[in-house]
């Protein structure tokens, strides 16, 4: 594959928004000096010799791009216009389409649709390709150059082309471009279960999940059975704001840590007393499009048995991003720590594994559309702690409980089979039963 610098239309991967001092420059031998001479040398050669003049500024963009592409694919340079998109993706709201994109062997691919969207309401999936923008070719292209062009004016439309895999023909998709205004959390009812659905990890969705918790107690006159917490195509985001929501739904343990080059270089973060989802079961919903943010939530759950982790296998981006400004308008969102759940996983490449795979059998293409993971992009950091797969059971048959087709569930009224499956198996559990002695017991006996 060739360059897959993530950028998005949406907003991708854990960032911890921490202002950086200006770190003292370490000693440079020799050789890096030759190194730099070296550099310089290229520099002037092109400014002068160049079949056309270029900008100064160009080229050391050009020069500084490089250099961070050499490293991982979350690692980037942001200019006036990229820091700027950054800040206001975190404060919620931007304007485009609603995508998350990286660029694969010179094209456009589709990671998740951010919902509630153009893009999410007119179908476009994770792993499509976006091959012409209103009939115009973009193979080849870059990806700032894609993304500019799929913005614009709220109100106005542009034609996407898709390939979509397993499908023989590509297809158009006209959008209306609108000013996205990023609502980090959706809450509702469902036969007595509490469903959160968090779509991202801006500055307010802990706020928001205490927030939906609360409400979620008051309007359904009793207690829930339980909650369906669901971060299917969740990008990612915020590190603090992770913390917080998983922060809401235990009493106590630890979160996430995360853990920079040096062996002691690692910070812990806890959960604080108060349990607000009260102890009740809850149901965690992943997929591939749920990365980074979304799975240090899910990991922590899991490991803390405090959750049951339900869907498929999440992206696998298992890194930490520090936004280091270098200017007022510039700055550098560079990748300084892995994360790791409480149990001391790395979800770098693996992803985090549902404790019960269900597939999404009221998508008609779940089966032929290939998932775009962490594992997939070039330069993609290598998790230190492999797992052993040929350890793992190897049971290869269907399971009959997924046999039903898309057509079938749409005859059930079933729209969202894995949120369905979520809340029927919270409800089996049924209410809390009360404690009470047995007959002919005495009162306080043990």
Known sequence: MANTLLRSIGLVSAVALIPAATAALAAVDVDTYRELDQFMNV?????????????????????????????????????AKDFTNLRTQTEGSYGGLGLTVSLEDGAVKVITPTEDTPAYKAGIKSGDYITHLDGALIYGGTLDEAVEKMRGRPGTQIKLTLVRPGRDKPFDVTLTREVIELKPVKWEIKDRVGVININTFNKNTGEAVRAALLAIDKAGGAQPLGYVVDLRSNPGGLLDQAIEVSDAFLERGEIVSQRGREKGDIERYYARAGDMSHGLPIVVLVDAGSASAAEIVAGALQDQRRGLVMGEKTFGKGSVQTLLPLSEETALRLTTARYY????????????????????????????????????????????????DKLLEDDAKEDPRFALTADQLEKQGVKDYQLDYAVKTISRLGPPKPVVAAAGAKAGSR
């Open 43 to 79: 520099f002037e050669r092109v400014r002068s010799e160049y079949v056309d003049k270029v900008d100064d500024k160009t080229l050391i963009k050009g020069a500084i791009d490089g250099m961070l592409n050499s490293l991982d694919p979350h690692s980037s340079y942001l200019d």
């Open 341 to 388: 759940t409480p149990s001391g996983r790395s979800v770098q490449e693996g992803g985090i594994d549902p404790d019960i795979h269900v597939p999404q059998l009221s998508d008609p293409d779940y089966k032929t559309r290939p998932a775009l993971r962490e594992s997939d992009l070039r330069r993609h950091l290598i998790n230190e702690a492999k797992v052993d």
